[in-house]
T-cell receptor
Framework: AQSVTQLGSHVSVSEGALVLLRCNYSSSVPPYLFWYVQYPNQGLQLLLK??????LVKGINGFEAEFKKSETSFHLTKPSAHMSDAAEYFC??????????FGTGTKLQVIP | EAGVAQSPRYKIIEKRQSVAFWCNPISGHATLYWYQQILGQGPKLLIQ????????DSQLPKDRFSAERLKGVDSTLKIQPAKLEDSAVYLC????????????????FGPGTRLTVL
């Protein structure tokens, strides 16, 4: 089976503060892992993707994520939050099945 | 490069009525996906096409939902008859369909169709 768990449906940070969005996965084979962002009334857009190469993956808009096999985690971080980062973030996994399974999402609020 | 197009953007119907959504993927993309996103949840895959063949439709409620991808390009998703619990955003996505493990390439999403069933 493949699944993802996103801890925290809502996260609030101050502008300029560290952003940390948590994702844990379950997979029966070495996984491919994704982070997508969704702005209001829009579709999802890929932030970054882990494909079994480097464990630290850099994405767009200053985001990065680190694959930790021992912790089955793929947390998303950004050193300094901007107001434009306010959106909903989805972690997703491909664990050997012919499809991707998405988490339930984390809404990020950035406080000025 | 044009993105994934979907229409309509919004639809309001009464329960037991029928509705259809249309999706035109990015040109040349072999794989097309339909997702259902209920408010407060992540997208749930309904059906996945590789060219005009079905790769996965295990979560498609086949008694009321149907989808087709004629000629391996655009696609239509239909609900007949609709229920209240079908109220959701229906997202279409496409990907190039690389030669690696199926389901690992980047998906490009359309803006979605917001369906309200009254």
């Amino acid at each position: 089976a493949q699944s993802v768990t996103q801890l925290g449906s809502h996260v609030s940070v101050s502008e300029g503060a560290l952003v940390l969005l948590r994702c844990n996965y379950s997979s029966s084979v070495p996984p491919y892992l994704f982070w997508y962002v969704q702005y209001p009334n829009q579709g999802l857009q890929l932030l970054l993707k882990y494909t079994s190469a480097a464990t630290l993956v850099k994405g767009i808009n200053g985001f990065e994520a680190e694959f930790k096999k021992s912790e089955t985690s793929f947390h998303l971080t950004k050193p300094s939050a901007h107001m434009s980062d306010a959106a909903e973030y989805f972690c997703a996994v491909n664990g050997g099945y012919q499809k991707v399974t998405f988490g339930t999402g984390t809404k990020l609020q950035v406080i000025p | 490069e044009a993105g994934v197009a979907q229409s309509p953007r919004y639809k309001i119907i009464e329960k037991r009525q029928s509705v259809a959504f249309w999706c035109n993927p990015i040109s040349g993309h072999a794989t097309l996906y339909w997702y259902q996103q209920i408010l407060g949840q992540g997208p749930k895959l309904l059906i996945q096409f590789q060219n005009n063949g079905v790769v996965d439709d295990s979560q498609l409620p086949k008694d009321r939902f149907s989808a087709e991808r004629l000629k391996g390009v655009d696609s239509t998703l239909k609900i007949q008859p609709a229920k209240l619990e079908d109220s959701a955003v229906y997202l279409c996505a496409s990907s190039s369909g690389n030669r690696g493990r199926i389901g690992t390439d980047t998906q490009y999403f359309g803006p979605g169709t917001r369906l309200t069933v009254l």
